[in-house]
């Protein structure tokens, strides 16, 4: 969804780290989110039995870590730039600075206003017929067994495919692309896994470097070269400020709107009163996404605290790190009336899923786009579906929690 997503802590060494002298004893919580049962038996919900007692912990995990549970809090942390910074370090393998997530303002804005025209309203519609026909495709391509594994077959192809049509990247490729996406956000933080992901880290940065040398020439007729057309203050972006967005636009754009998908369709799949309501009227679809978006809440943020602070009711140090797990906070009693019910028209619904402030998802548009067309494609085309009986779905964690698979069955047309 571009920027918004920061680097997850699970990228970072996972050992245990000593507990700092500034937390106290009550507060460290031996939390083992992404690898533990509990969280990968219930990946977003886990947060609902510890957000009511507790506002704020220290999790001693990968090197160590604050955490925040609640709404407001994690709210004015996006706000606060000066304080709360987007600059993380040591992410194995990658030597690419990714911009503008990497910045504070105000060095930040220059980077962003590259990228505010292409991702604005006006230039997403024109991908609207784009999005519809390759939805369409997919779907010819198992609607006649009855049956597919969405993920594999339609939430992981169709925005890996409207993202090497944005960036001009070739589709013959899209295999490497996505492996190299996976190993890089959802391989944990072991010493194997770190070094899969440099080794990923490196193939990618590699690729997308030469890649980008050779888009210099011609018409800007797709976002890498429309970004080596732009200038920053007043002068060319460098090759390598270009490869910094698009290294972040790639780890950004694929992986978010697939896990969008794979919670939407799998709460769609149990709960046929739901997806009625959206066949019957399909202009309920948007108003749903956001509900689905706030309810499956899939990112972890984080940031760096860049001074000596009080906050939340405890006393942090510059060089903390701190995370942010929207999951929690859009499911935040106070914020929320009846959080746990989904309810397609809820109203206002200010779900934290695009981060908010100066680091706000400049992808959202793009998002909500792939979602909206997918939703109003497949609902048209296959309005009854369930998942296939026996079948196990299996979940992932990390930056963005996603799901592996989902097998589901639906009469043949």
Known sequence: MGEGMTESLTTQDAAVGEIPDHVPPELVHPLDQWNGADFLANPIGYWDDIRPSTRVFWSPLHGGFWCLTRYADIHEVFQRTDDFSSRLTNIPGRKVRLLPISLDPPEHRSYRRVLNRPFAPPRIEQLGVKIEHRANELIDSFIGRGECDFMAEFAVKLPTQIFCELLGLPPEEMDQFLEWNNTILHVHGDAEGQARQTQANEELSAYLSQFIAGRGEGPADDLVRTLLAADVDGRPMAHEEALGMVYLLFMAGLDTVTAALGWGWQFLAEHPE??????????????????????????EDSRTITRDLEFAGVTMKEGDRIMLPTSSADRDEEQFPDPHTVDFRRDPNRHLIFAAGPHRCLGSHLARAEVRIAMETWHRRIPDYRIQEGAQVHYHGGAVIGLDNLPIGFPAG
């Open 274 to 299: 739901h997806r009625q309501q959206i066949v019957d009227d399909p202009e309920l679809i948007p108003s749903a996404i956001e509900e689905l978006l706030r309810y499956y809440s899939f990112l």
